[in-house]
């Protein structure tokens, strides 16, 4: 086949070749440019129309956050309860008035007793929202890390573990 390929090009008059030459480099330019760089460009401006919200976002985070740092911080002027107890107790008296402490299977807390990591398995998620916002409003209590997983058979249901955090 390159004998015959070969064969043809050398039968061809130099004009013939110039422009078969010079079609073929054009044809190949357009494959590149449709194939390679064209997806490669469109996936650029995809990208930089994304990060503009994001941008937004954090600028807007880093404006409530100055505002926070210059109120000095959330707890200002509010009084705390349950100061003299501790996190644990806190946590578990609250979850029976909430209605979450058939829920939870497992407390721990860790050495410094600041911390308590919490897992909830079959938790309604509304009862453990207006829990949570309890401890925070109510107790200066804190959501170190979480994470939740919806049931999927059940509606509002989820499993959720959490690190609960207290300063002071």
Do not use: C
């Not at 064969?7 to 194939?35: K, M, N, P, S």
């Amino acid at each position: 086949m390159a004998n015959s390929l070969k064969q043809y090009w050398l039968g061809l008059q130099a004009r013939e070749r110039l422009v078969l030459g010079w079609g073929g480099i054009i044809v190949t330019l357009i494959i590149l440019y449709y194939f390679l760089l064209g997806p490669f460009y469109n996936a650029i401006n995809t990208m930089e129309e994304s990060i503009q919200p994001l941008r937004e976002n954090l600028t807007w985070m880093r404006q409530q956050s100055d505002r926070l740092k210059s109120a000095g911080g959330a707890n200002l002027g509010r009084q705390v309860k349950g100061g003299d107890q501790s996190l644990l107790s806190v946590i578990e008296q609250t979850a029976k008035r909430a209605k979450v402490s058939g829920a939870i299977q497992q407390m721990v807390p860790n050495k410094q007793k600041n911390e308590v990591r919490v897992v909830l398995d079959g938790a309604n998620f509304n009862q453990w929202v207006r829990w949570i916002d309890e401890l925070f409003k109510q107790y200066g209590v804190d959501i170190k890390q979480v994470t939740a997983e919806r049931d999927e058979d059940k509606p509002n249901v989820a499993e959720i573990r959490l690190t609960f955090v207290r300063e002071g």
